[in-house]
Antibody
Framework: QITLKESGPTLVRPTETLTLTCAFSGFSLSSNAEGVGWIRQPPGKALEWVALIYGNNDKRYSPSLRNRLSIIKDSSKNQVVLTMTNMDPEDTAAYFC???????????????WGQGTLVTVSS | DIQMTQSPPSLSASVGDRVTISCRTSQSISNFLNWYQQRSGSAPRLLISAASSLQSGVPSRFSGSGSGTDFTLTISSLQAEDSGIYFCQQSYSFLTFGQGTRLDIK
């Protein structure tokens, strides 16, 4: 059974750096033909793709957030870590991690997803 | 950027109704279009990949069609558990989600 679970702070201050961890099981993320992505959802709003890392360590970022993001994987710990700098109240959202069973961005869909973690940005 | 327009933004239908949700893209994306269901308070669930491939475990009343710029998700006979928000997602150029269609049961 494949599972993913997000963890991290529930509250961050404006200008601070957010670090989120996705702990997964049921796959290794050492194969080329899979990846883990981050997707966020502001309260009551639509989904927004944030970043993605493949088993071969290829990394892709949302163009609108690229300058603030870093994604790494630790296959030995079965974790993916997302870092987002210079947080703003507009970054308040539920952050989900999810598996993609491909190493090709154009064939990417996400299944399954973690339960999500709500991050609030406020002073 | 590829813009995605879902319609309608919301709808209400009765159990047993046939429901269709549209997703239109600002440029052709071949069949690089996926559909998700998000029930209240839950994470999204993949229903359809590559425009028309039904995922394992998804009821056969769900179907997807379309290519190019116009796509449709159809629920052939609506059930009470189908309420939620439905999102389309393109992967032709980066990854973008539609704004969602909220489906309520009358």
């Amino acid at each position: 059974q494949i599972t993913l679970k997000e963890s991290g702070p529930t509250l961050v201050r404006p200008t601070e750096t957010l670090t989120l961890t996705c702990a997964f099981s049921g796959f290794s993320l050492s194969s080329n033909a899979e990846g883990v992505g981050w997707i966020r959802q502001p309260p009551g709003k639509a989904l927004e793709w944030v970043a993605l890392i493949y088993g071969n360590n290829d990394k892709r970022y949302s163009p609108s957030l690229r300058n603030r993001l870093s994604i790494i994987k630790d296959s030995s710990k079965n974790q993916v870590v997302l870092t987002m700098t210079n947080m703003d109240p507009e970054d308040t959202a539920a952050y989900f991690c999810a598996l993609t069973p491909t190493d090709i961005l154009s064939s990417t869909w996400f299944d399954p997803w973690g339960q999500g973690t709500l991050v609030t940005v406020s002073s | 950027d590829i813009q995605m327009t879902q319609s309608p933004p919301s709808l209400s239908a009765s159990v047993g109704d046939r429901v269709t949700i549209s997703c239109r893209t600002s440029q052709s994306i071949s069949n690089f279009l996926n559909w998700y269901q998000q029930r209240s308070g839950s994470a999204p669930r993949l229903l359809i990949s590559a425009a028309s491939s039904l995922q394992s475990g998804v009821p056969s009343r769900f179907s997807g069609s379309g290519s190019g710029t116009d796509f449709t998700l159809t629920i052939s006979s609506l059930q009470a558990e189908d309420s939620g928000i439905y999102f389309c997602q393109q992967s032709y150029s980066f990854l973008t989600f539609g704004q969602g269609t909220r489906l309520d049961i009358k």
